[in-house]
């Protein structure tokens, strides 16, 4: 499987590239969405791209919008490339990482469930002793488990600046009070569902954010879903509070760049091939457990 850095289709219309994602129009309704092999760090997309980084999300998120379509409709229309309208029909490249999506109206926040205390939750209970609002015990530790899942939701950053975490009162201003209670109740049971599933699969799932939209007034869960890009991924052999844990996701990258005497604004530097080999293996390993599928590079 070759990396994917970026991607262009003849024929058909880019309309936004992301951190990761190349979102192409369809038609009125419907979006082409490619997960890329792309990498941000500190909201810094790296010039070295993850080998099979692309295909492990997007089949990731294929897994759980179908494990959870139960509790939440998604915007999926198709992950078939075969049944794609030209001219994305058949096309190789696709093949695996690409979704076929109904167009939804996203809502201005991001929902974030919190199950342990890490990042920058962790960093704020240390300053507040609570976490966008929500007051927490005293004498917690670093990666405590918290007695009951958090919604914390944050600001969407806008390009080069950093998401905020911010309470539930000023989520709501932005939402509506009624729908964000709604996106709360949905979001804090598709992580419940989740963590139950990943912990008999031997991972953690520490947080994660989701990413709601409507479509024609409806409520979806679109975007990724509770990806190693999303979420803090952790093996459940060896967990220990009290301090940072071993990931399955990018914090890897993160935490070898926090090394470099960089001022966390682009461009990003190179990555070892070190790096980004275990980076590959990481998402590969976190994509096995969770599916119980094998991961082929072919």
């Not at 990258?253 to 080999?277: F, H, I, M, N, S």
Request: with cysteine.
């Amino acid at each position: 499987m070759e990396a994917m850095y970026t991607i262009d289709v003849m024929g058909a219309k880019k309309i936004a590239s992301g951190k990761v994602r190349e979102i192409f129009e369809v038609s009125d309704e419907l979006l082409l969405i490619v997960t890329t092999d792309r990498l941000s760090a500190f909201d810094v997309v790296l010039p070295d791209p993850i080998p099979a980084k692309g295909y492990v999300l997007n089949q990731t998120s294929l897994f759980w919008f179908e494990k959870c379509k139960a509790l939440a409709a998604n915007h999926i229309q198709s992950a078939d490339v075969s049944e794609y309208p030209a001219p994305f029909k058949g096309d190789p490249r696709l093949e695996g990482r690409s979704v076929l999506v109904r167009k939804a109206e996203p809502l201005p926040v991001e929902c974030i469930v919190r199950g342990y205390l890490s990042g920058s939750g962790w960093k704020e209970y240390v300053r507040l002793g609570s976490v966008s609002g929500v007051r927490l015990p005293a004498g917690l530790r670093e990666s405590d488990r918290l007695d009951e899942p958090i919604f914390t939701p944050s600001t969407k950053a806008a390009p080069g600046t950093h998401d905020e975490n911010i309470d539930f009162d000023t989520a709501a201003r932005l939402v509506g009070r009624s729908l964000l209670e709604r996106v709360r109740e949905l979001s804090l049971e598709i992580y419940r569902q989740a963590c139950a599933h990943a912990l008999e699969r031997g991972i953690i799932i520490a947080d994660t954010k989701f990413e709601f939209g409507l479509v024609g007034g409806d409520l979806v869960w679109i975007d990724e879903a509770l990806t190693p890009d999303s979420s803090r991924f952790w093996p459940l052999d060896g967990y220990q509070p009290g301090g940072p844990q071993p990931s399955f996701d990018k914090q890897y990258v993160r935490d070898y760049l926090e090394t470099l005497d960089w001022d966390k604004t682009a461009p990003g530097p190179r990555l070892p091939e070190e790096v980004v080999r275990k980076t590959s293996e990481k998402y590969v390993a976190a994509y096995e457990m969770l599916t119980g599928r094998k991961f082929s590079w072919t």
